[in-house]
């Protein structure tokens, strides 16, 4: 499994390069790209500007379609390049991390391809002082997955008596098996023949055979209801020659293993005794046939960088849909700024009708006030963007109603919308109380203002909620503590 993923993560990263080189030439605009994501951007250009890739991925196009006319809102002078560009800004941040995740997933699966030990069916044994290498196997076919200890070759006679002191008091947790102690055994016991950590070769024998097997199977279905068979289990430890023995009291009561089980058992079996037969090898060759089936041996690695790679194009997606919700927010604020901007303008409108002036001749003060404002280093306002995009189509013989109709759809608020059919209103049927009209939805913009400003303030408030909860909680630690150390001392 790890020589597949290793293998599919060198193919992406040779497309991802591939894709690199090919579109190296690619026109774009740099803009504050540096050279490092420059080639991703110059990729993404050419992906979204190749009909192929869109036809496959036609999410592509649709994106760029929304950017467009979301862009159009923010900016009515930009269009299908700036939409361009945004949509390959986004892509190539995308086509960023996923090369990244490749790069981390590949130096990941090869860090775990470095700690093989198994080679064909040998493994190479720790020197001499050297820690107890543990090594996971799987045997196939149907031979179970299993960790094999292989040690170090050779130990001193006083090293091996501490360890045996040591492991002595463990054995009767190692053999219990899924039994709750050895005075109640009910399923097999787990007559190890290595103990982790420690080199000895473990031979048990037992008082009784009746019920209990040489390799710990308890047959429960043998032994009568309402009696129990008692025994003792003698361990012997056995190191380049050196013998010790302990003994453990048993009272037997279950289990038996299915064929699937007892084969894995022969297979751990005959490989811990392939281990212990070369104790004094500098490899250990595990065995090729257990009990007449052939079996080919496979080392299993902890090999996260699936894992890895996954999570990196979860965070891609993540990405790419980051850019789409920047964009949502920017037209939310823009029309949060329409409607806090729209009782102003309003009421301009009606200060300029109110000294004679005509609705366009109005228009066209505003936006001259607006354009000496912005030349003073006043902010930028989408409203008054749109009356100078309105103005410049009078000026280029665009009707009056046409006009602010198309003034009212760029704004998209209903409130703009209204205001633009009192004005087409007035031109069409020469409504003389325009300005009283216009005062009221003046006062009524006004009301509405100040609704919407309340609003805003308690949503304020809402996001200052749990910085509150936090400081109050610290304080309350800060006060709590100390009393409580004070009446404990």
Known sequence: MNRTELCVYLVLTGAMLVLLVVSAREPVERGRCSRLVLPFRKAAAKLLRSRRICRLFPFLLWEEERAQRELSLLDPASGKREAGEHCIER????LLTLFLADVLALSVSAEAAQKTVLFGREI?????????????LK??????????????????????????EELAPKLRALILGDNPDLFHVRKNLNLVRKAEGYPFRISWSATSYTYLDTDGTVHAEEIPRDESSSLVLTAALSLDGNRWEEKFPVVLLPEELTAEEAFQRSVQEAAKEAEEESAEETAMVLPDTVEGTALSWQQVLEDESLKVFLLMVAA?????????????????????ELSLDYPQLVTKLVLFLGTGMAVRNAFRRISDDYLAGRKKGGEKRYVYEEILVMCHELESGVPESAAYGKFGSRCGLRSYTRLCSLLVQNLRKGNAELLARLQEEADAAMELRKDTARKLGEEAGTKLLVPMIMMMIVVMMMITIPAYLGFAF
Not at 91 to 94: A, I, S, Y
Not at 317 to 327: S, T
């Open 91 to 94: 892509l190539q941040n995308v």
């Open 124 to 136: 190479a044994r720790p020197d001499y002082g050297e820690r107890t290498r543990e090594v996971t």
């Open 139 to 164: 045997a196939e076919p149907d031979g179970g997955t299993f960790d094999l200890q292989v040690h170090a070759r050779k130990y001193t006679k006083e090293q091996a008596d501490a360890m045996e």
């Open 316 to 336: 891609a997606g993540l990405i790419f849909g980051a850019g789409h919700r920047d964009l949502a927010a920017k037209v939310k604020k823009r029309e949060q």
